[in-house]
């Protein structure tokens, strides 16, 4: 099983400041990998797939990159709505797609 | 519009079976593989189960392996997962989610709580 590990566990970021969130795979997933966000009492919601493809609707704050084995997600300037958890998947072996345990991002 | 409803969700006895259905519309149904994810109370999210469109094709995490069936009525446009054997830990919110892979669509989810 391909293994995912998301840092920080907590990332504390100013409204307007910049965020990199970091995902890294036991092993070479491709590009094959997606970025979610998750708001309190919400379902997850499809930011990025294809390691740098913004979903439809995205803003454009949100930015994807790495291939293999280590994937970062940018957000350029925070928003209040943005403060949230953010998860990574792999889907390299599809139909299977394993998630990291997530990255919280709170105001500071 | 894509919607994805998720219902049978409830209190299941520790070794007991229950039925998670999700009906979708806004979309060809039988066009998309659908998958079943679980996020137990605080945690993360965990892929649990997957179907092809026309239902041949199952695939399962092995945390549920040989308890849990994934299913589907392409002519009801419903997603099923059937949980047996259940366990304490399989106490989570169940979202059903259109297209593997990722998922670009996710139901709001159901509660299974597994308790005696």
Redesign the interface.
Known sequence: ?IVMTQSPATLSVSPGERATLSCRASQSVSS?L?W?Q?KPG?????LI?AASTR?TGIPARFSGGGSRTEFTLTISSLQSEDFAVY?C?Q?ND?????????TKVEIK | EVQLVESGGGLGQPGGSLRLSCAASGFTFSNYAMTWVRQAPGQGLEWVSAVSGNGDNTYYADSVKGRFTISRDNSKNTLYLQMSNLRAEDTALYYCAKGVPPPDYWGQGTLVTVSS
Do not use: M
């Open positions: 099983e094959n997606a979610y998750q919400q379902a997850p919601r499809l797939y979903a998860y998947q889907y599809w139909p299977r797609g394993t998630f990291g345990g997530g």
